[in-house]
């Protein structure tokens, strides 16, 4: 500790925003004296939107020290392999998104490129039949890979459905016991100090007032401190993203515990399937300049499996980021910072990167511009290649069954994503970007699953012996679908070891 050090971080709002913040802050900051205070109130509640992640949830979780069969069974998580897109480029068409790998590279070339010459050369199967997690998901099984395992396992990636508010309750528990303090409260004013603006304190109703020298607004789209206060601006991506709306409701479980969330494309957006060993997690994305309201909210009730078991729920949203998530002595996390819609699960990701780039850039009370500006450089780029990923499902469609999708269809993107698609429709090239989020594996799904096919491949594969490419690609086949068997189903796995305390072995759904 020197002169300098942050004594008083306070965090204002709670939900998995907040509750991640402070779980690794009590983690990481555990120096004895800097202190962590989360306030939140019951009345205001969370959004919640964001019941599906993506695997790096699990080196979060790791690195927290948390038992992975406690945070399944706490949280009534499933296990996700990937994402089912079901009439995204054509109505009828569905492929899979799957994590992990695709195949195995030959002599340097990658996979996929085999797979494009051999496609030349007869009818294939979808692509994602080279993919552990896909094959394994298609017949509901799930096993974690463990350490040791052995080729084809060992290709198998996973994350997690769950309940995002039990998981913001578990995290509470975890904070605390890590010194974190929690006040009941709700923010009703904002003081900044003269000489420079930064937040100085905040006042609760009732007149109680909290300082800090660090504040971490959690406090959802409104922003309470990074735009209400300092009035920070957003960047609005409604011009690529024209989604504004979501109805969330949850329905009753009917079928088996499908490990992988599915995406249903409708006439002016689309819907989620989520499924938790509880219940059946649904919602539907849509544009208000397209549909109503109570068009929607008929849509996504007619296609639920089960019984409704509330009321849906009504939400706005405008896709785009905060023009600085770090600004004066305020970081924005989670919805405070932007939001990218949850087409690709990557709205707890973004908090958990954040989170991260806090950590490593934790600054002093002298909060030096350098610390600021590459905490502000790497997020943006995180979200703009998160907002990217998600233009492609837009872009990519031949429907032109709506107004909605002729204008995703034919709209302008971003010139990095054009030349991705372009240089993916020459000869299916993919060239990652920094540590950009979405690998090789996730463009290619996405792309030759919504028939961007490129029109050749690279020239590097002739090299390769053609019948011994063939039997190659047909022993990975064969592997993947013997391993796949093998594996139990993912209720067994669950009741075996995570199943949620109260809940009915979730073999109970089996077929």
């Known amino acids: 500790m020197n002169e300098h050090s942050i004594r008083e971080v306070v965090i204002v709002g709670g939900g998995t925003a907040g509750w991640m913040a402070a779980a690794a802050l009590s983690r990481f900051l555990n120096n004895g004296y800097t202190s962590v205070t989360l306030i939140e109130s019951e009345e205001i509640g969370t959004i919640g939107v964001g019941e599906a992640t993506i695997p790096p949830l699990i080196s979060f979780n790791s690195l927290l020290g948390i038992n992975e069969n406690e ?6 998580a499933t296990f996700k392999l990937g994402i089912e897109f079901v009439n995204w480029g054509t109505i009828g068409r569905r492929y899979f998104h799957p994590f992990g790998f695709l195949g195995q590279d030959l002599q340097g070339i990658p996979f996929h490129q085999l797979y494009l010459r051999e496609s030349k050369r007869r009818p294939m199967p979808p692509i994602s039949q080279w993919a552990m997690s896909a094959v394994a998901a298609a017949q509901g099984k799930f096993a974690r890979p463990g350490s040791q395992a052995q080729f084809p396992l060992s290709q198998l990636l996973y994350a997690f459905h769950f309940d995002a508010g039990l998981y913001a309750r578990f995290l509470r528990k975890f904070a605390e016991r890590g010194g974190v303090r929690r006040i009941e409260g709700k923010v009703v004013d904002v ?21 800090g020298e660090l504040f971490i607004d959690c406090s959802g789209f409104r922003g309470l401190l990074i735009e209400q206060a300092l009035h920070t601006g957003y960047e609005d991506w409604t011009h690529w993203l024209p989604c504004d709306r979501a109805i969330a409701a949850p329905c009753r479980l009917v079928g088996p515990l499908d490990p992988f969330t599915r995406s249903t494309a409708h006439s002016s957006g689309w819907q989620w399937r989520i499924p938790l060993q509880s219940r059946m997690g649904n919602g539907h994305v849509y544009s208000s300049a397209f549909m109503s309201d109570d ?6 009730v007619e296609n639920l499996e089960g019984e409704l078991l509330s009321e849906p729920r009504r939400l706005s949203f405008t896709t785009g980021r905060r023009k ?6 305020v970081v924005a996390l989670g919805l405070s910072s932007g939001f990218v819609e949850p087409l690709e699960s990557t709205s707890i990701h973004l908090i958990q990167a954040g989170i991260a780039r806090l950590i490593e850039l934790f600054p002093d009370r002298r909060f030096n511009p350098l610390e600021r500006d ?3 450089r790497k997020l943006q780029q995180g979200y703009e290649w998160v907002r990217d990923f998600i233009i492609l499902h837009y872009k990519a469609t031949e429907r032109d ?18 030349e991705k698609i372009d240089q993916f429709r020459n000869k299916g090239r993919v060239f990652a970007e920094g540590l950009e989020l979405f690998n090789s594996v996730s463009w290619i799904s996405v792309m030759l699953g919504q028939n961007i096919v490129p029109e050749d491949y690279s020239p590097a594969v002739d090299g390769l012996d053609e019948n011994k490419v063939a039997d ?12 796949a068997e093998r594996l139990p189903r993912q209720e067994d796995f669950i009741a075996s070891c995570c199943a949620a305390s109260g809940q009915p072995p979730a073999r109970e759904f089996a077929l």
């Open 71 to 76: 945070f399944v069974s706490a949280t009534q």
């Open 191 to 211: 003081q900044l100090r003269g000489e420079d603006g930064f937040v100085e304190s905040v006042t609760l109703a009732g007149g109680k007032n909290i300082a």
């Open 295 to 300: 068009e929607a909210e008929r849509i996504l």
């Open 324 to 329: 600085h998530s770090w600004n004066r002595n």
């Open 374 to 376: 590459e905490f502000n």
């Open 401 to 418: 069954d709506s107004d909605f999708w002729k204008q995703c269809r034919d709209m302008e993107i971003p010139d990095k994503l054009q």
């Open 472 to 483: 190659a690609l047909e022993q990975l086949l064969r592997a993947y679908a013997d391993m």
